[in-house]
C-alpha cells in the first residue's frame, strides 16, 4: 500500500483472508482491525482519528508517506436483501464496486488527503484507497 501496488495488496490481504478468516467473519469492524493489525508491523496506526470533516477509518503514516483507508464492507444480509447468490460473481463485483465509490466520496468530501499532509509531520506524500471487502474477498482502488 506505501509503494502503491495495488494488485499485490490486493493478493496479500486475499492471502490472509483465505489462510486464517472464516466466511463468518463479515463485518467492517473485523476488516477494521485485521488491516490495523497488519500495518502495525510497518506503520504508526491512527484508527478513526480526526482528520479534515471527518474520521477515515484508518490513518498510517510509514517512512514519508501517510497511508489513508476507508473501509466498506458488503455482508452477507446485503447480498440476501439483494436477492444475491454466493456464486453470483458478477453482481457482488459490481456491490463492491458501488462500495468503492461510496468511500473514495468519503474520501474527497471530507477532505482527508489534505488533512493529513496538514497534520501528520512525516508524511510528504499521501497514499489514499477505498477498500471493500465481501467474506474473503478484497478490492482496493486509490484515490487520486
Known sequence: MICGDIPNAEREIKLVLSD??????YNEVFYHGMLVGLLGNVAIVRSNDE???GRPDIVAPAEDTG?????????PKALKNAGIQ????????????N???EAE?????HEYIEAVLDDEPIARTVKAY???????RCVMR???
Open 20 to 25: 486464517s478468516t472464516s466466511v463468518f467473519d
Open 51 to 53: 482528520y479534515g470533516e
Open 67 to 75: 497511508v489513508i483507508l476507508e473501509i466498506k464492507c458488503v455482508t
Open 86 to 97: 454466493d456464486n453470483d460473481r458478477a453482481n457482488i463485483k459490481a456491490m463492491m464496486a
Open 99 to 101: 462500495k468503492l465509490d
Open 105 to 109: 466520496k468519503q474520501i474527497r468530501d
Open 130 to 136: 477505498a477498500v471493500c471487502f465481501c467474506k474473503k
Open 142 to 144: 486509490e484515490v487520486k
